[in-house]
């Protein structure tokens, strides 16, 4: 794991070389075991490592083949890379490292633009062809590997991370106004845009090859399609689970390979406890870590302990109060694009206590978007079957019921999901799918940015009128999964220098998963996740197979009104809102009334205002801390015939 910058100038001078240095030592944290840099005519490429495979010298990047013709930066690990090495090796290719990076020069001199087709993993990375004069730039399958993209006439410009983007002193930074009033409804940053207009996401799934003037991008991967003919071939729960535990074992067997020792994030639900029975059959773990909180309905411990007991492993409790938010600006400057999901706060938190001793943790995430876990499917198929029906006066009063529901500022009470569930009453399904997890309605995130317009949510997926659960599992899985769950991990984990890695997002899991028939998933309003949770099952027990699904979620309304008030006040306040044109400050001061007079429960949202706020200032205004800028090595390769 590690962070990537670079330059690819078809025109002109790379620039002060000065700068560019600085920005690649913007992500520093994410790989603090080293720096180098490659500068040479139109090509730039700078790393930070994180040393995880091949610890030698030899892993080093930048890493050029030793004709010196491709020079490669990379982010991130190729768990089938033995395999890919013993295939080159019987084509000729001798290798000078252990590394799975040299995998990455030799597969794109055999297989050329294919290249992500073969690999097995979660990655971005940039090769340039010094003799071609060109830049191929890839992104793993679901996103788990940032890849940021800073394009004009001139050339390209790639990184990690916004921070380091916007490093630049000639970067345009005007705001994006359509992904702002998205953030508003999502309080993430949807589809492949950014806040900054000068700056979009590689896609996942995609690749790019840049020549000199020209761009030809292409997908090599894409969630399989749904086939309703394919329930035929899931005859019983009994042999899907069958075929899924075989997957997860292989799958856990190959993103358990690491030069280094490797700890678990533990919550007790199904997804982290079906990765730990398989890591720890497999003799591959020791440790796990699990969040814990001052207040009760918070804590996830008790579930945690009971599966670390089960499987014999040494459960780790990091309890997390309001006084981590001390400095709140730290935590939004790693958020980085921004991202205003309040649970960064817990995973950024774990992350830092699990770096002392660890660079590699293994997790669950995934599993919901897989295997349909997330309450919003339910919720969008009794909207779907019975509100949308109801008559239009009927649909248009809900809303109003919704506001006068006692909801509680406790962890996600039932009153506070029938509120968010009414108040979206009057959308059409799809649409109502993307508030359940969401911020302010449309409406009114019209009303905090009136530019912006009303912003549509689902429209850009082409999402039926009447959406299926492998549809909306497709679309979180495009989305949601990579632009806020997978993005949170990624930010927060390298935050502290600490590699994060997902099983169940293996292609041959998470294919698996995104093929099983809907009754295999989900059977009526029951439990969800219904084959792994069949495989817990089996595995740990009906105790824990069934337990409660928990969520990972801070007392975001209770420390708004109490310790985080005096953060509040300070960070949306009228002298800080001048600064910030695009938004309505009498609309966002009135959520504020509203929220801390107790009228309404309105944390998440007040949460992402501030976040956002923030954000501007730093990557708009320039006002954030500046990284400290060590030296980097320059290496050199020969120049190519």
Not at 334 to 346: K, R
Not at 473 to 479: F, I, P
Request: hydrophobic letters at 40%; proline letters at 6%.
């Amino acid at each position: 794991m590690c962070g990537i910058f670079g330059r690819f100038a078809w025109t002109g001078s790379l620039g002060d070389e000065a700068e560019l240095l600085r920005s690649t030592n913007a992500v520093l944290h994410r790989g603090p075991d080293d720096g180098a840099y490659f500068s040479d005519g139109e090509f730039f490429l700078g790393h930070r490592r994180l040393s995880i495979i091949d610890l030698s010298p030899d892993g080093a990047q930048p890493m050029g083949t030793p004709d010196g013709r491709y020079v490669v930066v990379f982010n991130g690990e190729i768990y089938n890379y033995k395999e890919l090495r013993t295939e080159l090796a019987l084509r000729g290719v001798r290798f000078a490292s252990q590394s799975d990076t040299e995998v990455l020069l030799h597969g794109y001199r055999e297989w050329g633009t294919d290249l992500p087709k073969y690999l097995v993993g979660m990655f971005a990375f940039a090769i340039a062809d010094r003799l071609e004069h060109t830049l191929f730039v890839a992104r793993d399958r679901f996103g788990e590997k940032p890849l940021l993209l800073a394009e004009t006439a001139h050339g390209v410009t790639f990184a990690s991370e916004l921070s380091a983007l916007a490093r630049l002193p000639d970067l345009p930074r005007e705001v994006d106004s359509v992904a702002l009033s998205r953030y508003l409804c999502l309080n993430y940053v949807p589809g492949e845009h950014t806040l900054l207009r000068s700056v979009t996401r590689l896609a996942p799934g995609t690749f790019r090859l840049f020549r000199r003037g020209s761009a030809a991008s292409g997908r090599y991967w894409e969630a399989p399609p749904l086939d309703e003919k394919q329930d035929a071939f899931f005859p019983t729960l009994g042999t899907a689970t069958e075929e899924l535990g075989r997957r997860l074992d292989r799958s856990v067997e190959i993103a358990l390979r690491a030069d280094v020792p490797i700890a678990l994030f533990l919550s007790g639900g199904i997804d982290s406890s079906a990765v730990a029975e398989s890591a720890v059959r497999q003799g591959a773990l020791r440790h796990a870590y699990c969040l814990d909180f001052a207040e009760d309905s918070f804590s996830e411990l008790p579930n945690a302990q009971r599966v670390a007991n089960r499987l014999g492993i040494e459960l780790r409790r990091v309890v997390l109060s309001s006084e981590e938010l001390a400095d709140f600006s730290e935590l939004v400057s790693h958020a980085d694009d921004p991202l205003a999901d309040s649970s960064a706060l817990p995973v950024y938190t774990l992350a830092r206590a699990v770096a002392r001793d660890y660079k590699v943790v293994i997790s669950g995430d995934g599993g919901d978007e897989l295997f349909g876990g997330y309450l919003t499917y339910p919720a969008t198929k009794v909207h779907d079957r019975v509100v949308s029906r109801l008559p239009g006066p009927v649909r248009r009063r809900l809303p109003l019921l919704a506001r006068a529901l006692p909801v509680g500022d406790r962890k996600v009470t039932a009153g506070y999901k029938l509120m968010r569930f009414l108040r979206a009453a009057d959308l059409p399904p799809g649409e109502a799918h993307f508030t359940w997890n969401g911020a302010f309605l449309p409406s009114e995130a019209a009303r905090l940015h009136p530019g912006g317009g009303v912003p549509e949510l689902s429209s850009r997926h082409g999402v039926s009128r009447h959406p299926s659960l492998g549809e909306l599992q497709r679309v979180d899985s495009a989305d949601y999964l990579p632009n806020d769950i997978l993005t949170k991990v990624d930010r927060m984990t390298m935050a502290h220098g600490l590699e994060a890695r997902a099983p169940l997002l293996v292609p041959f899991v998470a294919e698996y998963g995104l093929s099983l028939p809907d009754r295999l998933k989900l059977r009526g309003l029951g439990k969800p996740k219904r084959v792994l949770r069949n495989l817990v099952t089996t595995r740990l027990g009906r105790e824990i197979g069934h337990a409660k699904k928990q969520g990972f979620s801070i007392p975001v309304h209770r420390w708004l009104r109490g310790p985080l008030r005096g953060t509040l006040e300070d960070t949306l306040n009228p002298r800080a809102l001048a600064a910030v044109p695009f938004l309505d400050h009498r609309a966002v001061l009135d959520v504020k009334v509203r929220h801390l007079s107790g009228d309404a429960q309105l944390g998440f949202e007040l949460w992402g205002l501030m976040v956002l706020v923030e954000w501007h200032r730093q990557r708009v205004l320039g006002l954030g801390r500046q990284q400290e800028s060590p030296p980097l090595r320059r290496v050199e390769f020969p120049k190519p015939l």
